[in-house]
């Protein structure tokens, strides 16, 4: 890294040569990698005229740190203009990052089916691995891994062939942690795991990626150990991907044995996603504080927050109430802003703490709503 950004003060004093990308965007990309986020803006924003490609790859610095409505503008200012094919590739992973961190599974469907026409000419290369993950973990989530996995196959057989680089690989077999635990198949997390574990000897990065993983796979397996969960969920954080480590802490949170637990692993995800809006003092964050930041919901909201938590589907709780199922979306949404829960997983752990639904446990695949509900998270 200190080597590429000396490099930039170098360009000029050497003859002129074919280079698959500019410095700049090489020295991102390797930032990107590493979970220096920082260093990497603040590269771009050494070239006095931003190009599209860097413009991109500041919204992805955005994105991998959580920021996602400044990457969701960033992204639609640059749709209205001309992209090259390679940074098409980047935009449209863009687009699908923005959207299934926000836990729209329609917006995620839509940009999913955006990108189709860029992973039909994709070719794979060792600088375009971050879209890729995304376009992958989009797929997954959208049930058309297919689509992709030729392609995710191709980008396994290069990093083999280069003897697993860890600045490189270590964030595609991240990615494909987070397929495995999508999909709900524990075991294809493995190698993924593994080559992350072998990763951790080289970088700070792959270690915490690796120290994640673990944490996951034993989530899996149903073992909710909460101080391993926060050691994992602040590694994330603290490598830039607080996104990351609030879904790990807000998964651990649903699938809690007891109150405590869940409530702790609660606030830490609460104060991984919003780092501006927790308090100080952890200490001083208990069961009794876990309530909505502003005011307490309707007696409809109440009544509908119940319902879901006890494990009933929209269509289900709707027919309870006698309103309609979308309605009853419309009140979950409307929850979720006011909580500020961005995922399905975080919103129920939010409910359970503010003491809703009683003493019943939910299924943490929530079967139901696939047999005929609507969620308005994937």
């Known amino acids: ?42 590269v771009l924003a050494r070239h006095t005229t931003l190009t599209v490609r860097h413009e991109l790859l500041a919204a992805w610095a955005a994105l991998l740190g959580g920021d996602l409505s400044a990457a969701s503008a960033a992204a639609d200012d640059l749709s209205g203009r001309a992209v090259l094919q390679r940074d098409r590739l980047f935009l449209h992973g863009l687009r699908v990052g923005a959207a299934r961190r926000s836990g729209d599974s329609g917006r995620l469907h839509a940009e999913w089916e955006a990108a189709q026409g860029v992973v039909a000419e994709y070719s794979v290369d060792l600088l375009s691995l971050l879209p890729l993950g995304e376009l992958w973990l989009a797929a997954v989530r959208v049930g058309d891994a297919p689509r992709i996995s030729h392609l995710v196959a191709q980008a396994r057989d290069l990093l083999t062939a ?23 198949r524990p075991d294809e997390l493995l190698p993924h795991a593994r080559a992350l574990a072998v990763a951790a000897e080289s970088t700070a990065y792959a270690a915490a990626l690796a120290r994640a993983g673990q944490a996951w796979l034993r989530l899996l397996q149903n073992d909710v150990d909460p101080t391993r969960v926060r050691t994992a969920a602040e590694s994330l954080a603290a490598i830039g991907l607080p996104w990351d480590g609030a879904r790990l802490a807000g998964e651990a949170a649903l699938r809690a044995g007891d109150t405590a637990a869940a409530t702790g692993l609660l606030q830490v995800a609460r104060a991984l996603r919003h780092p501006a809006t927790t308090t100080a003092d952890p200490a001083a964050t208990s069961a009794d504080t876990v309530s909505p930041t502003t005011g307490p919901l309707s007696d409809r909201e109440a009544q509908v927050a119940d319902l879901v938590v006890s494990g009933l589907t929209y269509r289900e709780v709707g027919a309870r109430l006698y309103i309609s199922g979308k309605t009853v979306e419309h009140h979950v949404a409307r929850i979720r802003r006011r909580l500020g829960a961005g995922s399905r997983s975080e919103l129920i752990s939010m409910l359970r703490a503010m003491g809703h639904g009683g003493d019943g446990r939910i299924s943490t695949s929530s079967s139901s709503e696939k047999k005929g509900g609507t969620s308005a998270c994937p």
Not at 2 to 23: F, K
Not at 163 to 183: C, D, K, N, T
């Open 1 to 42: 890294m200190n080597a590429l950004t000396r490099a930039l003060s170098m360009r000029g004093t050497a003859r002129t040569v074919v280079q698959p990308d500019t410095v700049e965007a090489i020295t991102a990309l390797l930032c990107l990698h590493s979970g220096e986020l920082t260093h990497a803006t603040n």
């Open 162 to 184: 280069l003897g697993e680089p860890p600045l490189w690989g270590a964030a595609l077999h991240w990615y494909g942690v987070q397929a495995a635990i999508a999909a709900e």
